[in-house]
């Protein structure tokens, strides 16, 4: 084979940084769909593991909201481990088509709704007969913290209001945004794992 020729076929092949998996539950080691494009940025493999362990067998019988879902990743991962079903919002639709894509062939089509739009519009318009109680992750691109910090805020703070009793709501952050902005900071579980940090609270 010439070296043209291998270097085409692993060129080809899905990098570390571009291959995920299911974690843990009933669709463990499965792997995803991603076509790692720059404007996605899946929660690193640790830290979504990071963020069950925190989250526990909570997670169970809840209805997961992936609020800027990129993959799916977690809110695919939140089915495997026991969650009733999930809302992804992306707004990228060729990403979108991948969530759809993954459920499929991992057989939970029928248990996620893939929403292609904007998560700060579609919060407005917050549906009413989502099952409850919620378990709602909040993994924006990093930049939006400070390109969009009142938009940010003002989404964290409607989610809390919203959610019903026995919710849990992650958020995720670089490490080095200020959490003294999040709502009732002394509510909230506050854990570092660089290059993120992740906030927990339980309503």
């Known amino acids: 084979m010439s070296k043209s020729r291998r270097r085409s076929q692993a060129s080809s092949r899905p990098s570390a940084e571009t291959t ?4 843990g539950g009933n669709l463990r ?3 995803l769909v991603y076509h790692g ?11 979504r593991e990071a963020t ?21 990743a977690l809110a695919l991962e939140a089915i495997s481990r026991g969650a009733v079903g999930a809302t992804a919002i992306e707004r990228h639709f060729p990403t979108a088509d991948l969530i759809e894509e993954n459920s499929a ?14 998560t700060f519009v579609w919060i407005q318009q917050f549906p009413t007969d989502l099952p409850k109680p919620w378990t709602v992750f909040c993994s924006p ?5 400070e390109e ?12 809390c209001d919203l959610a019903p009793e026995e919710s849990i709501i992650v958020v995720e952050s670089e490490v080095e945004w200020d ?8 509510r909230w579980d506050v854990r570092a794992y660089r290059p993120a940090r992740l906030a927990l609270r339980r309503i």
């Open 105 to 118: 062939r991992l057989g939970v089509g029928d248990r996620i709704e893939v929403v292609r739009g904007d």
């Open 52 to 72: 069950f362990n925190l989250i526990g067998p909570s997670i169970k019988g809840t209805y997961a909201l992936d609020l800027f879902a990129g993959t799916g």
């Open 179 to 186: 959490v003294e902005a999040l709502p009732d900071l002394d």
């Open 29 to 31: 080691a499965s792997r």
């Open 37 to 47: 494009d720059p404007r996605t940025r899946p929660m690193k493999e640790r830290i």
């Open 148 to 159: 969009r910090r009142d938009e940010m805020l003002e989404l964290i703070g409607r989610v």
């Open 141 to 145: 691109p990093y930049r939006f913290y």
């Open 20 to 23: 995920l998996r299911i974690i």
